[in-house]
């Protein structure tokens, strides 16, 4: 629990901190990553962020060995509290009437999975078959990046409403959706005792070349989207992906049992429900900027 929380301070903090380095920076686009590379790396506020999100990555590693992947989502989708209240107070993001209903949503959500937690009871998967791994893993890369080209070349088109980045958070939440199963499954090898055998098991495994597309495809994709869009919409929409498609396809791959109570069974799924309405009720479109009243000139009677 105490690092699961630790890396939604963390998560959030990194967010934050690249979306204010991000608002200074000339415009990036993912159709030129070294670009988009050498403007992020020169800027240390940047650097800042994502090393606060590379510890985050490292609390993570410690949450999926001590609790079952659907009660570590259920806790990870609570960061959005903490992101939402950061982006008001140091980026000037206002929510909106329907975000604060998110957000009690997201907090009702948290204390049902607590709730469902069981000391000792809890199933924690250690390893998947890999032909299973991959099954689930490639097409949901596919997917993603084919989400994010549509979704900018609807960006691109002349009288658009202004986006507020759901389908951006949806393309990249895919990726990190993989990548938190990468990260599940490299967390089994760590026992602590032989390091040399984990490090030689990790790397005859898939985990840590779906870490590195991963990684580089979602560091460009998820930069260009968080210049563009609102880091309180488009970094909830993308957790709440990440949540869910880790919490389903982990749970099935891993072989994470449910809770046999009946209570702390409803109590599981029904805030895992409760956390994906986070998504369904975001709006997808930003206000129109109001043009300016014009002012009517006084004619002499």
Known sequence: MAAALLANVL?????????????????????????????????????????????????????YRTLPIAAAQGIFVSGLVLLVLLSARLLGEETTGRERYALAAILAALLMVVLSLEEGSDTVGRAAPYPLVWLLCVPSLACGVWLYRAAE?????????????????????????????AIKGVSGYWTGSDVGGALLGVLRSPYPYLLVFTGAFGLVMSQAALQRCRASLIVPVCTTVTCLYTAVLGTLSFGEALPDDPLRLGLRLAGTALAVTVLLIMPKHDKAPQAPTPVKELTPP
């Not at 934050?16 to 686009?29: D, I, S, W, Y």
């Not at 960006?155 to 389908?167: I, K, Y």
């Open 11 to 63: 998560y959030s903090s990194g967010f934050v901190l690249e979306k204010r380095a991000l608002a200074a920076l000339p415009e990036v686009t993912v159709r030129r990553p070294g670009r988009l590379l050498r403007l992020v790396l020169g800027s240390p506020l940047w650097i800042g962020g994502s090393l606060a999100l590379g510890a985050g990555f490292a609390a993570q590693l410690v949450v």
């Open 153 to 181: 070349r609807r960006t691109m088109r002349r009288h658009r409403m202004p986006t507020t980045g759901v389908e951006y958070g949806v393309a990249v939440g895919l990726l990190y959706g993989v990548s938190s199963l």
